[in-house]
């Protein structure tokens, strides 16, 4: 935990300021690395408290491939409320742009789509993919 907390340390100290697509300015450091051997155990973070519960729909919610935000909302989880699919309304800070976005359901081709359609073409929360993707995670355990 400490060899993280040090390279956090050093972001905040001596980060170079970089924007992003979301136009959310972030400071980086060039080769940051964290190295933990696991046989010493997982290495949890615990700057930041993130109830098992959020954690655990979360990954649900990806392994299964779901894309529709009201999915997690119905699980009490917000963690994505504030993201929507760009293609529907673009990155945007400003009061009105920020309250379409925890409106809309759709969230794109997130993580856990990925996994389990790679190479399929997205359409939407409720329709299927165009084409044959690949399910990752189906190979995996397969």
């Known amino acids: 935990m400490k060899s993280y907390l040090d390279i956090i340390k050093k972001i905040l100290e001596k980060g170079e300021l970089k924007h992003s697509r979301t136009e959310v300015g972030t400071l980086a450091i060039a080769g940051a690395m964290f190295e933990h051997d696991m ?78 359609n790679f190479g399929a073409k997205y359409i939407s929360h409720d329709q299927q993919p165009e084409g044959n993707g690949i399910d990752q995670f189906k190979n995996l355990i397969t």
Request: proline letters at 8%.
């Open 39 to 116: 046989a010493d155990g997982f290495p949890l973070l615990t700057t930041k408290k993130v109830p098992l519960r959020l954690v655990a729909s979360e990954l649900e919610f990806f392994i299964k491939g779901i894309t529709d935000k009201q999915w997690l909302i119905e699980r009490n989880n917000y963690i994505w409320n504030e993201w929507c699919s760009p293609k529907i309304i673009p990155y945007g800070h400003d009061p009105e742009t920020k309250q379409k976005m925890m409106e809309e359901r759709e969230l794109g081709p997130i993580y856990g789509w990925q996994w389990r």
